[in-house]
């Protein structure tokens, strides 16, 4: 107290002693009491006298007087000037309370004392232990929380992270701390992590942004990451603090979606079709571009937002031009459940000349439970469809020439026709005339002419006979050709054995082999009897000269076709010619070895063409010759005309 | 019977009429042979033919005639009241299918081709003869 006035150190201690705060002296010696505070006295509940007994450590249970030297020993040996520390006074009653003590040395060298003076902590340990409780349940509340959490400081450093932040990112606090969060990030985005964390930290502002946390497995995983600046009441930031929340499969799945809707959108855009979708009232939720386009209007229109609207503009008929009400329109027709296929539509606009021709298909189709869409495909057929008329157009006028032409042939045809019938009767009387008169001076005045006169008129008569022959046979030929056939069941071996009835005569020195099966077939007789005749004829008449003459008639059936074989072992012919031989007139033989007007094989030719079969033949020169007429079992391809019994 | 009644022929083409009379004459024909030369000559025939006249044992047709064609002249001959029933033979160079479905269906009695060969046309001349003007009741009708 040196300086002081007397009086003024009287108040002092007056000061002191009046003190509501707990105020001691203790002697360092003793550390008994040397003077305690009103307010020392009423808060242990000792009065000085009771006190100067005691010592610091009486008070102080959590001490012992070794404990307490030890404690105080640097305030003893002057290495410190101050001693503050946290403790419990026990009073009288036997009751504790928290005090913050500071302790000093004051006095002289020969008697040293401790000055302590003591607060009362109570309330700031009860607040203290507020805020612990509090900390504990925030930590509780953290660690069960589904997201990852953290607390940074002002600068940005991360000071703290939930269990939940360990736990999936498999580190440990330390490595954590400071920027230690940047080795969990994925590197590819972390730059951008940084820049905008350091932005927020710059603005003091929110932080939200979706990141890439590696986990323990080593995967990363999206992480919306929020984190919100506390303040103090000054308004500075204290603290962040942070959150991670887990929307990996959330992000995925949105990307996916928007993936699919993309891809969607491009097939849609992309189609050739055009494509419209409406739901149930009518309202035409999406046009696709190829719809827009096909309809020559804009996407901004407004009246593609609905049918009715639509309507106003766009007029709808059949391909044969009737007006077709909005009840009937396709997408109508389709929301009443109708599944359209190719309704193929004129499509016209109201305001302006406009028209095209649509083929429309779709149906509604059902999704989740009762919500449904209906889509209208349209394509159009505009080209497609002028191309088809005027392919009709050309095909009614190539009908329309056909039958001129059909016409002028049957014109031709029929004067053919009388041709044939003029050679059969005007170049027949004339040679009637040659014949008759040469028969008659033969006959009448052969005593006239002398044996080379009579030579000569044998010459004419034979002229005269091969002339009638060879008009008879090209009448039988065109008539063959213009004859209707009949479709006859006939049976083969009836049919050949009256046949070789007529062959009697010629074959009489001829071996004649007839293996016929009894299958009946349908074919002209008429027609039939020549080919066959002709072919026998030709095989007795080229084997005239064979020593012992065989003639071979055989009938197969085999796949769907019958086959009549005529073998001969006579001259036969070599197969260079082979194409000569069906040819009209074409012979192969002089006339007085082989008589013959060269139309046989054409008829037989010709017949079976208009019986829906064919002729062909294999020969050698000298080793006969085999002829084959193929018929088709069931039915001729001409079959009309009553049957005409002939053979 | 009266067997001197006529045969009539209808023929344009004289070497045809000339040999038709030598076929017939080989066989001493007792009937006379009557020519006419075209369609119109056997229509003013038909129409200028008076009842009470002796009527024609056979017709023979040729179908191919100048002016009016065989199958006209037999027509007409079909037409008519008392000539109707006299049995009308085509005697033609024609085969045609055509020709002797309509020649039959005009009511003609018999077609026969007319062979190129005189033998077969004297043969041809005496089975006429022989069936139409021998073997042959004629219709008498009610005008005779």
């Known amino acids: ?39 020392a006295q009423r808060n242990l509940g000792h009065d000085l006298d009771s006190m100067r007994m005691m010592t610091l450590f009486d008070i102080q249970p959590q001490f012992d007087e070794a404990a ?56 700031r340990r009860r607040a203290e232990l ?54 969990v990030h994925d590197p590819e985005f972390l730059p951008k992590v940084i820049k905008r964390w350091n932005d927020a930290l710059a603005a003091e502002q929110a932080f939200d ?42 992000r995925l799945g949105e990307q996916a979606r928007r993936e699919t809707e993309k891809q969607l959108q491009v097939v849609m855009e992309n189609m050739s079709e055009g494509l419209v979708v409406s739901d149930f009232s009518r309202k035409l939720l999406h046009w696709n571009s190829a719809a827009l386009k096909m309809h020559d209007v804009g996407n901004a229109e407004e009246l593609l937002s609905n049918l009715q609207t639509f309507a106003q503009m766009f007029e709808l008929s059949t391909i044969d031009g009737a007006i077709l009400p909005i ?52 394509k159009d057929i505009t080209e497609r469809k002028y191309a088809e008329e005027a392919l009709r157009d050309a095909k009614i006028n190539l009908e329309y020439k056909v039958s001129q032409r ?139 000269y064979t020593p012992e003459p065989v003639v071979e008639i ?58 829906g079969g064919r002729v062909w033949a294999e020969s050698k020169l000298g080793a006969g010759a085999v002829f084959y007429l ?17 053979a | 019977m009266n067997i001197t009644l006529p045969i009539l022929l209808i023929e344009d083409n004289p070497m045809d009429v000339d040999l038709t009379r030598r076929a017939f004459i080989r066989h001493n024909l007792a009937n006379p042979l009557e020519v006419l030369r075209d369609g119109q000559e056997a229509l003013d025939f038909i129409v200028g033919w008076r009842t009470g006249e002796p009527a024609p044992s056979v017709i023979l047709l040729d179908l191919k005639l100048p002016k009016v064609s065989g199958l006209e002249v037999l027509r007409n001959i079909r037409a008519h009241p008392n000539l109707g029933t006299v049995p009308v033979v085509v005697l033609t160079s024609s085969a045609e299918d055509a020709d002797i479905h309509e020649a039959y269906a005009m009511g003609a009695n018999s077609y026969i081709v007319k062979p190129v060969d005189f033998e077969k046309f004297i043969d041809v001349a005496r089975q006429i003869e022989l069936y139409w003007t021998v073997l042959n009741m004629p219709c008498f009708s009610k005008h005779v």
Request: proline content about 3%; charged content about 25%.
């Open chain 1, 1 to 39: 107290m040196a300086g002081l006035t007397e009086n003024a150190q009287a108040r002092l201690a007056a000061i002191l002693e009046q003190s509501l705060n707990e105020i001691y002296l203790v002697n360092a010696q003793t550390l008994r009491f040397e003077f305690a505070s009103n307010g």
């Open chain 1, 68 to 123: 307490f030297r030890i404690l105080v020993d640097p305030l003893v040996n002057g290495e410190q000037e101050i001693l503050v520390f946290e403790t419990m006074h026990l009073r009288a009653d036997g009751t504790c309370y928290p005090v913050e003590v500071h302790l000093q040395r004051v006095g002289n060298p020969r008697q040293t004392e401790f000055l302590a003076i003591i607060l009362d902590i109570t309330t």
């Open chain 1, 130 to 183: 507020a805020l612990r409780e509090s900390e504990a349940r925030f930590r509780v509340i953290v660690n069960t929380i589904p997201q990852l959490a953290w607390i940074a400081e002002p600068d940005g450093t991360r000071s703290w992270h939930n269990q939940r932040w360990y736990d999936y990112t498999g580190t440990i606090p330390e490595e954590m701390k400071g920027c230690g969060w940047h080795k």
């Open chain 1, 209 to 250: 942004m979706d990141v890439r946390l590696r986990g323990v497995d080593g995967q990363y995983r999206i992480f919306l990451t929020r984190a919100e600046p506390l303040k103090n009441a000054e308004g500075r930031v204290v603290q962040w603090f942070g959150t991670n929340t887990d929307v990996n499969d959330q």
């Open chain 1, 327 to 378: 009840e009937q329109w396709p997408l109508t027709r389709i929301l009443q459940d109708e599944h359209l296929h190719d309704l193929e539509l004129r499509i016209r606009r109201i305001d302006r000349d406009w028209a095209r021709i649509f083929s429309y298909s779709g149906a509604v189709s059902y999704y989740d439970d009762g919500k449904g869409l209906a889509f209208l495909t349209i």
């Open chain 1, 406 to 544: 059909t016409s002028q042939l049957v014109a031709k045809s029929k004067e053919l026709e009388n041709f044939c019938y003029s050679v059969s009767h005007d170049l027949r009387a004339p040679l009637r005339g040659i014949a008759g008169y040469t028969r008659l001076l033969l006959e009448s005045h052969s005593e006239c002419l002398d044996e080379e006169g009579r030579g000569f008129l044998k010459n004419v008569r034979l002229a005269t006979k091969n002339m009638t022959d060879l008009i008879e046979d090209l009448l039988s030929y065109s008539k063959l050709e213009r004859r209707k056939l009949s479709t006859t069941a006939v049976s083969l071996p009836v049919f050949i054995s009256k046949l070789l009835d007529q062959f009697q005569d010629a074959t009489r020195n001829v071996r004649v082999i007839v293996d016929v099966d009894d299958f009946p077939i349908r074919a002209d007789p008429e027609g039939l009897t020549i080919a066959l005749r002709n072919l026998i004829d030709n095989a007795l008449k080229f084997s005239i």
């Open chain 1, 554 to 611: 055989l009938a197969r059936a085999a796949d769907g076709y019958c086959v009549l074989s005529v073998r001969d072992n006579g001259i036969g012919f070599d197969m260079r010619f082979y194409d000569k031989i069906f040819e009209i007139f074409q012979r192969l033989h002089r006339a007085e070895d082989y008589p013959g007007t060269g139309i046989g094989l054409a008829m037989v030719q010709k017949a079976m063409e208009r019986m």
């Open chain 1, 630 to 646: 193929q018929l088709p079992l069931s039915g001729t391809a001409e079959a009309t005309g009553p049957a005409i019994n002939s």
